[in-house]
């Protein structure tokens, strides 16, 4: 799949790009796509929610009131959890959300995600850029010379670079990564991929590997 590199302008250069059909190219396979993201999303949870239950409640153990007689249920604690401010029955506990995929599916959702979005066009290359300093107001520029100004944008960088960062910071809908960095998700939740001519090399050689 050919692809046409432009500039920060938003004008075609002249140079086209070979996307390779090893990652590009592929049938996508949702159930990958589907594990990949929920073990993503999994990950994201902290999973320290909590609940005291009816033995970590403090309160009197004494009996509220005279078991027969009262006409009502019998009660042998204020911490039983039909009171208010009784403990929960059954209630969430910390625990870790996080669970194991092999790399090889791994890789093969990654691939089906940049697939998907080859397919509908939705992947862009640049020429390698950088600005001087971190100024939001550059990166604004080159969204809007490439008209991504309200679509969801994810730009995929060969390395970090802190000006290019720091400047997309404060955007909404704007995400800059790393090829290392790159995940089923943000493929997926991104309206468009945005490469460089550097970038599209170290992903290629990224899955070589």
């Known amino acids: 799949m050919e692809v046409k590199v432009l ?59 005279k078991q027969k007689g009262t006409g009502g249920a019998r009660a042998g604690s204020i911490k039983s959890p039909l009171f208010n401010g009784g403990g929960r029955v059954f209630g969430p506990q910390p625990r870790d959300y996080n669970f194991k995929l092999n790399k090889k599916l791994k890789v093969l959702a990654r691939k089906s995600a940049l697939a998907y979005k080859a397919k509908d066009n939705n992947v862009v290359v640049l020429e390698d850029f950088s600005f001087d300093s971190p100024k939001t107001k550059n990166f604004i520029s080159l969204l809007g010379a490439l008209n991504f ?61």
């Open 149 to 209: 100004s309200s679509e969801k944008t994810l730009i995929v960088l060969p390395v970090a670079n802190d000006n290019v960062y720091l400047s997309s910071r404060n955007i909404q809908k704007t995400k800059v990564i790393t090829v290392d960095q790159l995940n089923t998700y943000d493929v997926l939740n991104a309206g468009v991929l945005v490469f460089t001519t550097d970038s599209v090399k170290s992903l290629e050689e990224a899955f070589a590997k």
């Open 7 to 65: 500039n920060v302008s938003g004008k075609e250069t002249g140079v086209k790009v070979q996307l390779s059909d090893e990652i590009f190219g592929i049938e996508p396979n949702d159930h990958a796509i589907y594990l990949d993201v929920k073990q993503f999303l999994a990950n994201q949870r902290q999973g320290t929610h909590k609940s005291k239950q009816r033995n970590e409640i403090a309160g009197s153990t004494r009996k509220l009131y």
